[in-house]
């Protein structure tokens, strides 16, 4: 158990819906990072949060969004769903700023399995 | 294009059997971690390596970080079932950089 949770654990939905999939850090770890993991594209950064600020973006749609609320859970927000998001989708959390390296040990959550029909 | 291409793409050997795990770009990372991910679960991180030519040992497992800092591999001595898994190399191209995860190697060993 990494101490990160993710809720739901799946979600199936239809197209041109809105989810929102949640994220509890570590306790005491400000920065999460949100990933998308699929069959052809592999493990994709998406974004990062440190302390409520967004810190660094990767790969993430316009039609994504994330936030960091001051009790430093997290939330992605997938709108306009289309069949290709269909993915895992992981949070991370670590303990520091920066993308993740060094000590920087980025701890994954069990991720939430998105299912778009 | 992916900057960190990962070979073999899968791996299936018998319990006992060594094998090795490449991890190559034609980029220079600042550092670069491995990840073992089992089904259902999200990855964990292995070992950080952080100088050319550095080598680290966890248990079985042997990294190497090559001289340049654009390559890496694990390998594995006497695999074990318990090996079973995705191995993900991740690498940072500066210290303010964020993670980029190499293409994934799926190992299973059997008995």
């Known amino acids: 158990d990494s101490g990160v949770t993710q809720t739901p654990k799946h979600l199936i939905t239809a197209t041109g819906q809105r989810v929102t999939l949640r994220c509890s850090p570590r306790s005491g770890d400000l920065s999460v990072y949100w990933y998308q993991q699929s069959l052809d594209q592999g493990l994709q950064f998406l974004i990062q949060y440190y302390n409520g600020e967004e810190r660094a973006k990767g790969n993430i749609l316009e039609r994504f969004s994330a936030q960091q609320f001051p009790d430093l859970h997290s939330e992605l927000n997938l709108s306009s769903l289309e069949l290709g998001d269909s993915a895992l989708y992981f949070c991370?959390?670590?303990?520091?700023?920066?993308?993740?390296?060094?000590?920087?040990?980025?701890?994954f959550g069990p991720g939430t399995r998105l299912t778009v029909l | 294009t992916q900057l960190l291409e990962q070979s073999p793409q899968f791996l299936s050997i018998q319990e006992g059997e060594n094998l090795t795990v490449y991890c190559n770009s034609s980029s220079v990372f600042s550092s670069l971690q491995w990840y073992r991910q089992e089904p259902g679960e999200g990855p964990v991180l292995l070992v950080t390596?952080?100088?050319?030519?550095e080598v680290k040992k966890l248990k079985r497992l042997t990294f190497q970080f090559g001289d340049a800092r654009k390559d890496s591999s694990l390998h594995i001595t006497a695999a074990q079932p318990g090996d079973t898994g995705l191995y993900l190399c991740a690498g940072a191209l500066s210290t303010a950089s964020k993670l980029t995860f190499g293409t994934g190697t799926r190992l299973q060993v059997t008995l």
């Open positions: 991370a959390s670590s303990s520091i700023k920066g993308g993740g390296f060094g000590d920087n040990e980025q701890f």
């Open positions: 390596v952080v100088t050319g030519g």
